[in-house]
């Protein structure tokens, strides 16, 4: 969902308000761990989160500490997915054509540094089998 952050935050605070207001103790620590698990899974973690609630409420709940890893799992595979994006970009933009093999090796890495290296190297590469030989390496 596209949503503005402004508008983001705006929901966020009320959310935290309403809960802060209208509940007390445990429960009000489980609302607002869940409102922060969910705005995290929906919006890839926004720093802006933190002023609002403390991240050690979330810690205290199996279910909140098992939402939190999807949603990094899930920010992660974006993260991936947009950088592997940029590489075939670059690439396609620099080189007549990418090897079939190429990409099918560069699908099989799932480490952001890796990736980040790639992707300077799409960049300063001086033919595709330079960059070939790179992710054979990897």
């Given at each position: 969902?596209?949503?503005?952050?402004?508008?983001?935050?705006d929901?966020?605070?009320?959310?935290?308000?309403?809960?802060?207001?209208?509940?007390?103790?445990?429960?009000?620590?489980?609302?607002?761990?869940?409102?922060?698990?969910?705005?995290?899974?929906?919006?890839?973690?926004?720093?802006?989160?933190?002023?609002?609630?403390?991240?050690?409420?979330?810690?205290?709940?199996?279910?909140i500490?098992?939402?939190?890893?999807?949603?990094?799992?899930?920010?992660e595979?974006?993260?991936?997915?947009?950088?592997?994006?940029?590489?075939?970009?670059?690439l396609?933009?620099?080189?007549?054509?990418?090897?079939?093999?190429?990409?099918?090796?560069?699908?099989?890495?799932?480490?952001?540094?890796?990736?980040?290296?790639?992707?300077?190297?799409?960049?300063?590469?001086q033919?595709?089998?330079?960059?070939?030989?790179?992710?054979?390496?990897?």
């Open positions: 969902m596209n949503v503005p952050e402004d508008v983001r935050k929901v966020f605070e009320a959310c935290v308000n309403k809960i802060n207001k209208t509940s007390a103790g445990e429960t009000s620590d489980e609302l607002l761990a869940m409102t922060i698990a969910m705005a995290d899974l929906q919006w890839e973690t926004p720093e802006w989160t933190d002023a609002f609630v403390n991240r050690s409420l979330l810690r205290r709940n199996k279910m500490t098992e939402m939190i890893a999807e949603a990094e799992e899930k920010a595979k974006k993260a991936i997915k947009r950088e592997l994006n940029s590489i075939k970009t670059i396609g933009k620099r080189f007549d054509a990418i090897p079939e093999d190429v990409l099918i090796r560069m699908k099989n890495i799932n480490n952001l540094e890796k990736l980040d290296s790639l992707l300077v190297l799409a960049a300063t590469a033919n595709i089998d330079e960059f070939s030989q790179a992710v054979s390496n990897y």
